[in-house]
């Protein structure tokens, strides 16, 4: 198999169905509506556990209202985002599922509420009882065959000290996930549990297959030379006051080639900044320029901090390459969960590269939303495709 190969037809529905995963996608507005169509795609299923995420634009309690009263006994768990990725590739205002069947998933959620007062020896506890009753009804070895799916309150400022302690807790057990959206509004991400819309909280789905899987998650950039260093910050609201003894948004304008009245969501996206932490470059989203000209990041800042400007490879071919190892470790995905850095949609849009990565995203199954930071074991991350890549369960069986 070649690169070239990745731009092959997608999966047919008779081949997709016959794995148990199923897959839905409702772009009507109003919320019981939806809820009804998703349901009537998944609802006829043995599901373990079904996943959505959704725009802000719904009336968020109509719809999880609707969803327990159809679903029922059924756990569904979901967010809010800043744009869906569906079986129709990158769309808005819409709500995108899928649903893990009983033969193959076994699924425990966990959620924590009222982030501003998360004890890192509380989680845990509750954390480690989770993994003892995964255990219990497992359908395969508990630490090797399973993942956690988190999702958080994407206007927190708890995503740091949550992974971290979730990590520590799942004793090797894979973390990956996203942090909630509201379409770049920054006013409000929920997540869904427990038939209800919770912000200021986390869900965690503990998820047990014997479909092999991978985690993935990677970025199309590479670090240059010009380095911005955060001489003043205030870490517990993501805030780099100043850049090289400047205010930050002057410096970030000047070796970005901007100017102060075009700073944006579009320009922050297009012109990213990096960190080099080991052998592994990272890199920090900006999220808004404040009054006083300093910058608020989607996550972790702090003085001392090394930024330096990043610079694009090749959004489609560092996808394409993503893909060529995920399928040659696991053959082609039956689905492919992802939380995707919303900085990356805006770059594609603005690339005019949203058909291409539409049908690159289609051909992988990959269903996922658009995100205000990723998350990968301990680390919380900006501007990144982050997820798990589920394989059919033949391929396991034929190893």
Not at 230 to 251: G, Q, S, W, Y
Request: hydrophobic share 40%.
């Amino acid at each position: 198999m070649t690169k070239d190969d990745l731009n092959g037809p997608s999966l047919s529905k008779v081949e997709s169905e016959r794995d148990g995963i199923l897959t839905a996608v409702s772009n009507t507005c109003d919320g019981r509506e939806a809820a009804q169509e998703i349901w009537q795609k998944l609802g006829s299923s043995d599901a373990a556990c079904v996943i959505f995420f959704c725009s802000p634009d719904y009336d968020l309690t109509l719809l999880g209202s609707t969803l327990v009263e159809l679903f029922q006994s059924v756990p569904v768990v979901g967010c809010t985002t800043a744009g869906e990725i569906s079986q129709k590739g990158l769309t808005q205002h819409s709500i995108t599922a899928f649903s893990l069947p009983t033969d193959q998933f076994v699924v425990e959620t966990l959620l924590f509420n009222n982030l501003a007062a998360f004890s890192a020896e509380d989680a845990y506890e509750v954390v480690h009882r989770k993994v003892e009753r995964l255990q219990k009804k497992a359908i395969a070895e508990v630490f090797t065959h399973s993942f956690v799916l988190s999702l958080l309150d994407g206007l927190s400022i708890c995503e740091e000290l949550v992974l971290r302690a979730l990590n520590d807790a799942l004793n090797g057990i894979p973390l990956v996930g996203g942090s909630a959206g509201d379409n770049l509004n920054f006013n409000d991400t929920y997540v869904y549990v427990d038939g209800e819309f919770h912000n200021n909280a986390a869900v965690m789905i503990f998820i047990n297959t014997v479909c092999p899987f991978d985690v993935i998650h990677g970025h199309h950039f590479m670090a240059g030379s010009e380095k911005l260093v955060v001489t003043k910050a205030d870490p517990a609201k993501r805030v780099a006051i100043e850049f090289n003894a400047e205010p930050a948004a002057l410096e970030y304008c000047r070796i970005m080639g901007l100017s102060l009245d075009q700073l944006c969501s579009t320009q922050f996206a297009l012109h990213p900044l990096s960190v080099q932490v080991g052998e592994h470059l990272y890199i920090r989203s900006i999220q808004q320029v404040n009054d006083d000209l300093s910058l608020t990041f989607f996550c972790a800042i702090d003085s001392g901090v090394v930024l330096t400007k990043a610079y694009d490879t090749g959004m489609i071919d560092h996808f394409k390459g993503m893909m060529f190892d995920v399928v040659d470790g696991l053959g082609d995905p039956q689905l492919i969960i992802s939380c995707d850095c919303i900085h990356r949609c805006i770059w594609a849009e603005k690339k005019d590269l949203s058909k291409q990565l539409s049908k690159l995203y289609q051909r992988y199954n990959v269903i996922g939303f658009s995100a205000y930071g990723e998350q990968h074991d301990s680390l919380h991350m900006n501007h990144s495709f982050t997820g798990v890549a589920i394989g059919r369960l033949e391929a396991r069986i034929n190893d």
